[in-house]
C-alpha cells in the first residue's frame, strides 16, 4: 500500500485491529505504524514532521517527570533542586504509588496519601513557589482517596493532577473536578479518539493528554486536538516518549506541553542518535526530514543480544 496515504492506512488498521471499538494495545500497535509512516512521508517530501502537522512553532516548552517512588522523601526534594539547576521550571512526581493495585499489602491507601502529602510539601519547600508543580497518580486512587489527596494539597499551588482515579472513571472525575481547585489530566493511555471524546462533553477534565505513541500516533491525535480546542479545553503532552510528542505539539496551533520523562529519554537515548536536548525549559524541533532522528542499528543489535532480551533467549 501507499505509505504517504495515512488516513486509508489508518481506517484499515483500525478494522483490523479493534473491529468492536475496543480499547487497548492495539492503539500502541497502530501508533508505531502511523509514526513510521508520517517518518516516511516527511523524508518523501523533505520536511521534518512537525512540518507536515501544521508548523505552529518550533520548540515547545517541557516538563521534568523526575519524582518516583523509589527516592525516599529527603532524594525527592534533592533530585527536585538539581532539575530546576538543570534549568527546569515545570516539574512532575508520582503520587498513590499503585495503591489500588497493592490493596493486599500492609500499608493502606490512607498512609499512602499522607505520605504523599509530605512528600509534595518537601519538593516544594525545596524549589519554592515559582516553580511549577505537577502529580501524576497513574490511575492508582479510588475517588475518597483522590480527593482526600487534592484536598490536603492545594495550598502547595499545583498546577495539575494527572490521571487521579482508576480507569480514568468520567463520573469520578466529574466528581473530583467539582470539590477542588487543582485542575485535572487525564488520557495518556487512552487508545479510543470516543474516550477523550465523553471525557470532553462531561468536562471531566481541564486538560486533555493523548500520548503520539499510544493514543493511535499522529493521525488519531490530530482529530483529538481538534475537539480539545473545539471544546476550549487545554491540549497537553501526558506520558513518555518526548522526541515523538514534541512534532504533535510544535505542529498545532493549540499545542503546549510535553513530558520530558527522565526514564524514558534515557530508554530513547540507548536506541535513536541525535536526539535534541531541552534548554531553558524548551525542546527545540529538529529541521531534518521526518522525526529528525534514526535508530542506531548497531546499538539494537547489542542490546538484542544482552541477557534476558527475547533475540538473545532465540540465539
Wanted: net charge neutral; with cysteine; glycine share 8%.
Amino acid at each position: 500500500m501507499d505509505p504517504l496515504r495515512h488516513e486509508q492506512l489508518w481506517d484499515k488498521l483500525y478494522w483490523l485491529l479493534t473491529p468492536r471499538g475496543q480499547s487497548g494495545y492495539a492503539s500502541h500497535a497502530i501508533a508505531a505504524i502511523d509514526l513510521a509512516l508520517w517518518d516516511l512521508k516527511g523524508k518523501a517530501l523533505g520536511q521534518p514532521c512537525w512540518q507536515l502537522l501544521g508548523g505552529a512553532r518550533n520548540q515547545v516548552p517541557v516538563y521534568a517527570t523526575f519524582g518516583f517512588a523509589f527516592f525516599v522523601r529527603e532524594e525527592l526534594a534533592q533530585a527536585a533542586k538539581s532539575w530546576v539547576e538543570r534549568g527546569f521550571r515545570r516539574l512532575k512526581m508520582t503520587v498513590g504509588h499503585h495503591g489500588l493495585q497493592r490493596r493486599d499489602e500492609p500499608r493502606p491507601l490512607d498512609e499512602v496519601v499522607a505520605e504523599d502529602v509530605q512528600r509534595i510539601r518537601a519538593v516544594r519547600e525545596a524549589v519554592g513557589p515559582d516553580v511549577q508543580i505537577y502529580i501524576d497518580a497513574n490511575c492508582s486512587l479510588d475517588y475518597f482517596h483522590a480527593l482526600s489527596l487534592a484536598q490536603r494539597i492545594e495550598e502547595y499551588g499545583i498546577s495539575f493532577f494527572e490521571e487521579p482515579v482508576s480507569q480514568n472513571d468520567i463520573p469520578n472525575l466529574v466528581k473530583l473536578r467539582a470539590k477542588t481547585s487543582i485542575p485535572l489530566a487525564a488520557g495518556q493511555n487512552e487508545g479510543l479518539a470516543s474516550r477523550f471524546r465523553d471525557m470532553l462533553v462531561a468536562q471531566a477534565v481541564d486538560v486533555v493528554q493523548p500520548n503520539a505513541c499510544i493514543s493511535g500516533g499522529f493521525t488519531q491525535c490530530n482529530r483529538i486536538a481538534g475537539m480539545a480546542q473545539a471544546f476550549n479545553t487545554r491540549f497537553a503532552n501526558g506520558g513518555a516518549w518526548p522526541h515523538h510528542n514534541m512534532h504533535l505539539h510544535a505542529g498545532l496551533a493549540n499545542g503546549s506541553l510535553v513530558e520530558y520523562h527522565s526514564v524514558a529519554v534515557e530508554c530513547c537515548k540507548q536506541v535513536f542518535d541525535d536526539l535534541p536536548e531541552p534548554a531553558g525549559g524548551m525542546l527545540a524541533l529538529p529541521q531534518r526530514p521526518g522525526l529528525g532522528f534514526e535508530p542506531n542499528r548497531d546499538r539494537l543489535k547489542e542490546l538484542a543480544r544482552r541477557p534476558g532480551s527475547r533475540a538473545a533467549g532465540k540465539a
